[in-house]
């Protein structure tokens, strides 16, 4: 079974119904225990890095996320599970993250003529391909809403890249460990790909 992590703070209905489209069940929950007894783990997320992370601390989630992460479960962050993995969120002030990995999150600062948020469809550049990916092509579009990324302090993570007004991390990907910027549940075949390929994982 596929659960989502529910703090209150995602599209979470849409995630579930994407992973239902692929023929697949997710399960909606914010109990730590099916937290910790999953078997696939999606955190989904829009909204703020430091509010969500305050989210999750209040109701006890972040231990079973981290123990999940750390003992193998493939784990899938979207847009903000992101950014939440990273150390340090520069949106609003400082938050500190999950920490789960080494890096931070801040602000586009783009040349004249781009817009914050980053918002639409871009085209993803393949660093590593992640084998949820099987299958997807080279400069797929995927659709993105954020004003803020993720800047990994071991690029070796960076699986994607997108292109606005400059490179950015549009996804990394370490052993188990899956995160997208943009979201897969809104980005029509390409995106629900990524996600039967998630849950068809070993």
Known sequence: MITIVDYQMGNLRSVQKAFERTGHEAHITSAPKEIAAATKLVLPGVGACGDAVDELRRRDLVSPIKDQIESGTPFLGICLGLQMLFDVSYEGGEHEGLGILPGEVVKFDLPHGYKVPHMGWNQAKFLHKPPIFDGIDE?????????????????DVVAIEADYGGPFCAAVWKDNLYATQFHPEKSQDAGLAVLKNFAELA
């Open 139 to 155: 400069g797929t579009y995927f659709y993105f809403v954020h004003s803020y990324y993720v800047v990994p302090q071991d690029k």
